[in-house]
């Protein structure tokens, strides 16, 4: 993946910097972050980046994932021929900002809820192409995974319902055909259909953009027979106020949809002369 | 690119849906906004990844790419087999999501400066993966592209010049290195590197992070020798004074990798009961 | 997958038919069992391996999966251009033989225990690059399958019980971990364990290799706090007794990993002369 | 190849393993017979599994390909990260029991022959994707290959016959258009087309599904002027008496489409504990 | 293939062709030889280029491979979407031109020989990548195939003899190795050598860089016992009077590794106005 | 591209070398010019074909690209196992003998303007699948390269013109559509177009097939105004000539699409015996 990520940016080659220096010239970089952020990704995917470009990069071991940084920071240093450090650059660094933008979202979010046995979760609502990169991301914020895609978990919704006619139905069907390795998880609006859930003995009730209210009392109802997971546009303001219903799981779609990048960029330290 | 997304999402099957549908019962749907925005991608994007699912799903023209909409507005409809809508629609409005939150900031960029002869670039900090997409939206919000990659375009920085030990000599390099057809731009700092590169004869000059005053003395100096660009950290709030500098192009790196997902979802028109 | 199994078979071309016949000479042929046999994959895969030869294969709708069919059944009929029919032939068949094997052996199992509450699943021992084949010929015998990779169950074995010193200590990490959505199955080897599992609350508990007296034991001791899965070494012989013990899962390697092929061949009603 | 099968088994991750252990935690363990067998692709196959999971994987050299081992024999023994041997395990033995399966069965035909100047050679009814692999286990049994596809050897049969109104038509067309590297083997059922064949000098006279005796007078008619090979329905019982009639090669389509697995297991010999 | 052509020559877009033109604008154009040649790849490659460009170019049945053409004869009309038809125009033109070239000079050095019973055939000096469409050339100019790749033929040279002590012990390892289906071949450069090869009844013997009166002689040793084949240095002057000496086939590298291209070029006959 | 390039000329394996040599035994071997050439690709490109087929290839750094060697010269020595060294051997040497072939011819070209400040480029008539290697052989020439594909360079034509009324109403398209980073290039045929051209300010105007007289002219109207490319039929005879009109550029599709191969064999050192 990260191979035609580098061939996306280089394109047939760095015409710029293939015009200045020559193959077997040396460069050092660091990649120093521009503002405060928890970072992800430097030593298993930027660090990756510079190898796949060049196995004759050197890297020393960065900053780890996870990690509560200020800005300034060095994250990682890289040096090797200065040719394929500028090609590998941009990749990089690119990843880095918009996975470090994911956790230190993600760490908000989990600071928010602290003190509530909850688990924030990311949803399907990834950038194509680099969900597990960004699940990843969460998971380092302090996150938790939801299904990482169609089949590795039963999610019946509202069409499904309707084309089966009821919950129980649609249960049913579910439960007769899928692997016996994975949940059933049904998304529900109102609390007579959480009422249904239980009598069709789901695995996870999700409530889909309720009312605290309500929410609080389908936990009531619930009373530990299923997992309950709280959705449908919580943000910052409102995710402790949705902690606090008693919901064991809130899954938030704007921690990879919309967590903006972060500013990390690269000062060389030495990037050699060119004498042809 | 849309099969891997497609691949990606789906993983080996939609559990839920195959346990419900029979891979011959047909539904339809609309993709619909739920707030206003700049679309972009709905017929040669999300109608694409309905396609690649399955040849079989019809697709009625929707929105241009491009236009403003307001809440509530049907982009899209498609029907077909029930389960190989369902199994698109996430990777479907991912990429609408996203591409239009693009095109919206870009809009709104544009729009600021819509008294200047001015163009809104972007830049090569894109999604890794995604890159001709996102700068597709660029360009439907009314806005321009840089270079799509590093073979496409010749942009000398700092690093290259300080080891060449000049402007003109890094010039000189790059100019007897590249092919005629491409450009050669300079990053520059200060107005005694501007007027270096007047004497290098360079096509664009770049002011990185220079502030106003500065700038609108280096297009002075310029004064059309040169195209003019200005870059590093452009906002909403500032993009209009820059504007007002005379440079010719102002080139944003948040239209790309900081523009949120604007809402968007897919009601189901129809979805056809299962009588098994 | 299909296009590589063609290339794979095919080569850099059929010598002998590109040798005889012209390119648009047509044929006519069909598949015919040379036994008795539960046919599967006829419609969806040997039909498909047809039509990625070449599009313009005209192909009769065919034997329905999951079918028992009588030695002389014609599967399929299909025409087209002789030289694609010929290269297409080969891969068709070798699909149709392996899976339909698979799926007659399953039926044979799910026939032992039809009075018996019970699935029988597959397992992991499956042929390197054509799982998700094999799996859908055991659901088309009558069987359900097991988890289709190491993302979509979470199975806690006898190594990893011992790395963290206690099953409770491995199902802890595990459900700290994992997505919410999906289940823990832990693999015992005796009743002690069994109870371990029930204080960890463990989804599903794999009895292991237990004779049948200690299986009945455990499933009493269970009691429906868990599914009961019985594997190892399980065969047609013994499936019925164990699946008297009451547990609710028998997972049977040999269903995938020993089937024998079943004899189908390729008859032609038409094979045009070539008059050059 | 190896790549594709091992991301057919991991999917996105070993939840499992991923859970418990840590990435540079390190583990042993060894492959061990639990029955009896002819092994192949210990060193080329298996090993090759866990190095292209991880490099860091050590692997000590095992029992060579062709050797005939008993039950309880360790195969290779491999240490380093346990979650790379942990995901590499499953492929490598789904590879090993398979390919040892049909060596170990080629073998028995093989040594029901030995008395004979024959050779026991495969078809091409092998498992799609997988061909190479099973093609090399028949030569670890002791057998030889046929051709590899449809390019590397001309076969003539019944319709391509029909087509162009005589043997001799066939092969004058084939000879003409093929590269002259390739022999021409030509398939018959009845001695008069024996006599045709020897007319066209063709290269291999293939007798298929004759009896012993019609067999029998088809080699004194040979009589060495071609390369004859029986075929059709050969199998355990029958392989001595066709030999005896004196033909060359016997193919038997069996060795690669009905080989059972044989057992071979993991025995974790070190599995570091996971102090967090 | 083909389709990774167009990505070569097209990036990430035709920029002046997008520029100018609307996606759905039509245009009509004709492939037209500059000068005379034997064409070949009009209907087959030329016509495929622009049917994987976009499935909406319509394209009329072009001249058939192998005929010689007058300067200014039309080879295809096609019409449909501008800019697909401007994407697809270079590639096109530069497998025909490159195809054409390899045919035509094919034809001159089968019409030097056409009085001799002797096949003119290529070797693998072809241009890595499109081997199987410049084999395809060879045979549409009146040429005959080598061997494909190293599997589909056996050829002992002298490397091998010597590594095995002589050609007798080289042939017998040889034919123990490989499958029934393959002719071997050995490369010899002395009258003493093929002897030697005739004992080791060898299927072809290759007569390398030999003057003419020794090949002359080892035709008459040989003596119909094995296929005899010219090789080395042969060119448009020498071939006739090596046909003379008796070979049956006569490879030429240069047909492939040193075909001049031919023009060709595209007329348009309508190029629809833009009125955007 | 250089393993798809390995896989087409090995097939499924080298039936004559596997069948004569142990996986184990080494050889070695130099690559040798039977030829006077200027050489391109040693280091780069053959080396790394010998690597691709297998890491344990050692390789001694052979001659520099661009060199000028006689008939007779070592370009590169190579030890390891002899089956791999034979594997890779044809691919090396099919790229070697092409690429030395274009940069030979180049410098040529190069050799009889170098009195003139004018470049010697390629253009987009390459073999497909090999350009990027095509062009680096020009430039070992001492040639320039034109654009790589249809993104980094616009050149408007004539059927461009003509849809859109005139070469003024293309040129303000094309600018307004592409990044400010490309030249705009256009085609013209008479000296009326040059002045068109002017007034529209592009920046490179290409001289298509105009006689030396009217070439002169047009040099003298742009006078420096914009870069001045001369292109169509034009060969050793005549470069000399266009290259005394002034123009800047002088495209060549000659240098790729017709270079000669130049011969270049491998010689064996030590091919060790193989004792079985």
């Not at 990690?67 to 990843?95: C, H, S």
């Not at 680099?130 to 919704?157: C, P, Q, S, W």
């Not at 910052?236 to 799981?249: C, F, H, M, N, R």
Request: charged content about 25%.
């Amino acid at each position: 993946m990260i191979r035609s990520f580098l061939a996306e940016d280089i394109g047939t080659g760095d015409i710029t910097a293939e015009s200045i220096f020559l193959p077997d010239q040396l460069g050092e970089g660091c990649l120093v972050t521009r503002e405060a952020m928890m970072v992800v990704g430097v030593n298993d995917i930027a660090a990756e980046v510079f190898k796949l470009q060049n196995q004759a990069i050197n890297i020393c071991e960065g900053v780890k994932d996870g990690t509560m940084v200020e800005q300034g920071t060095i994250l990682l240093r890289v040096d090797g021929p200065v040719i394929d450090l500028l090609k590998a650059e941009r990749v990089a660094l690119n990843l880095l900002q918009r996975l470090s933008g994911i956790a230190t979202l993600t760490a908000r979010y989990v600071e928010k809820v602290k003190l509530y046995p909850v688990r924030i979760t990311d949803t399907r609502k990834t950038t194509p192409g680099i969900r597990m990169l960004e699940k990843y991301a969460v998971k380092a914020g302090g996150g938790y995974n939801h299904r990482f895609n169609l089949t590795d978990g039963a999610l019946i919704k509202d069409n499904h319902i309707a084309a089966c006619g009821s919950i129980a139905g649609a249960v049913a069907r579910v439960k007769e055909n899928i692997p016996h390795t994975v949940r059933i998880e049904v998304e529900v609006e109102t609390l007579k259909q959480v009422v249904e859930c239980l009598e069709s003995e789901v695995d996870i009730i999700m409530l889909d953009n309720m009312d605290l209210g309500t929410m609080t009392e389908a936990v009531a109802i619930i009373d530990g027979k299923a997992l309950v997971e709280a959705s449908g546009g919580i943000n910052l303001e409102t995710v402790e106020s949705v902690a606090k219903t008693g919901v064991d799981i809130i899954s938030v779609g704007a921690l990879t949809h919309s967590a903006p990048s972060l500013d990390i960029g690269m000062d060389w330290t030495s990037c050699h002369v060119n004498e042809q």
